[in-house]
T-cell receptor, first 118, second 114 residues
Framework: AQKVTQAQTEISVVEKEDVTLDCVYE???????LFWYKQPPSGELVFLIR??????QNEISGRYSWNFQKSTSSFNFTITASQVVDSAVYFC???????????????FGKGTKLSVKP | DADVTQTPRNRITKTGKRIMLECSQT?????MYWYRQDPGLGLRLIYY???????NKGEISDGYSVSRQAQAKFSLSLESAIPNQTALYFC?????????????FGSGTQLSVL
């Protein structure tokens, strides 16, 4: 069965600190997709990144970076030089693939609440 | 205007009442989804629809029903609401052009069942 585990329920850092949000997944599929979504206090869900299982290259986007390691079934998310606006709940998610594409029905982790204090 | 619109934004109802949450989209996407978010539990899939004639149960469909009235509309019904259905409900869409796995979410409907 598919499962996504975000062991960190809440993290609190001071502005400008680096912070890593952990995500461990379980799946029997050889083809799958991984995602990170951000949910700020306003409540909407903001797509951050998707990664397919064949692409293990790490990715950097500004202050955000993602480390995908199939060997440990992990897809960790690092925010460098955190800012107050980064305060949000962050969800990691997993999607199966069918016929080469995703079914779109994501399995979400329980989320990590990040608080960045000034 | 939002691409994925959910109505109402907030709803308070009583146990046993029938309630419908509505979702409409202007993105032209063929797939639509209903998720439920509970504190500490993340989001869980209730139902999803690949097109107007294709509706599928998700992880937690019991107590819910859906209707895909048109490609752009996907409504979620609680036939007889109960307090443990109090949650934040999200509608989402996706399509093959951007990748079915990339979901676009509405702003959510906060439902409280008393």
């Amino acid at each position: 069965a598919q499962k996504v585990t975000q062991a960190q329920t809440e993290i609190s850092v001071v502005e400008k600190e680096d912070v890593t949000l952990d995500c461990v997944y379980e799946t029997r599929d050889t083809t799958y997709y991984l995602f990170w979504y951000k949910q700020p206090p306003s409540g909407e869900l903001v797509f951050l990144i998707r990664r397919n299982s064949f692409d293990e290259q790490n990715e950097i986007s500004g202050r955000y970076s993602w480390n995908f390691q199939k060997s440990t079934s992990s897809f960790n998310f690092t925010i460098t030089a955190s800012q107050v606006v980064d305060s949000a709940v962050y969800f990691c998610a997993l999607s199966e693939s069918d016929y080469g594409g995703s079914q779109g029905n994501l399995i979400f982790g329980k989320g990590t609440k990040l608080s960045v204090k000034p | 205007d939002a691409d994925v619109t959910q109505t109402p934004r907030n709803r308070i109802t009583k146990t046993g009442k029938r309630i419908m949450l509505e979702c409409s989209q202007t993105k032209g996407h063929d797939r639509m989804y209903w998720y439920r978010q509970d504190p500490g539990l993340g989001l869980r899939l209730i139902y999803y629809s690949f097109d107007v004639k294709d509706i599928n149960k998700g992880e937690i469909s019991d107590g819910y029903s859906v209707s895909r009235q048109a490609q752009a509309k996907f409504s979620l019904s609680l036939e007889s609401a109960i307090p443990n259905q109090t949650a934040l409900y999200f509608c989402a869409t996706s399509d093959g052009n951007t990748g079915y796995e990339k979901l676009f979410f509405g702003s959510g409907t906060q439902l409280s069942v008393l």
